[in-house]
């Protein structure tokens, strides 16, 4: 289910883990990234669709980081340890 943005998701610190083609790809892969990454688990997470014409219907997995700082120090630090990610800008 596509998930309505909660407060959190509107101060500015959102990072977008990734974009799937199924929501069982994207359950999957979120069991592994809170699996590895326990904290992770803790923070807010949102689920938000987007369709592209002539593509396939992408779910995008996403967490509340807290403040725009904490979403960039978040992605910077997944990115040293080799995980991809994006820092998405919002307003608020």
């Known amino acids: 289910p596509i998930a309505r943005t909660p407060a ?3 101060r500015g610190g959102v990072v977008q883990l990734g974009a799937y083609v199924s ?48 979403a960039l120090a978040l992605c910077d630090h997944l990115h040293r340890i080799g995980r991809g990610c994006m820092v998405i800008r919002t307003q608020g």
Do not use: D, E
């Not at 992770?40 to 689920?47: D, F, I, K, S």
């Open 23 to 70: 929501t069982p790809l994207l359950a999957s892969s979120w069991a592994r990234l809170v699996g590895a990454y326990p904290y992770l688990g803790t923070l807010p997470r949102m689920v938000t669709g987007t369709a592209v014409a002539g593509r396939p219907y992408y779910y995008r997995l996403r967490v509340a980081a807290g403040s725009r700082r904490q």
């Open 8 to 10: 959190a998701f509107s």
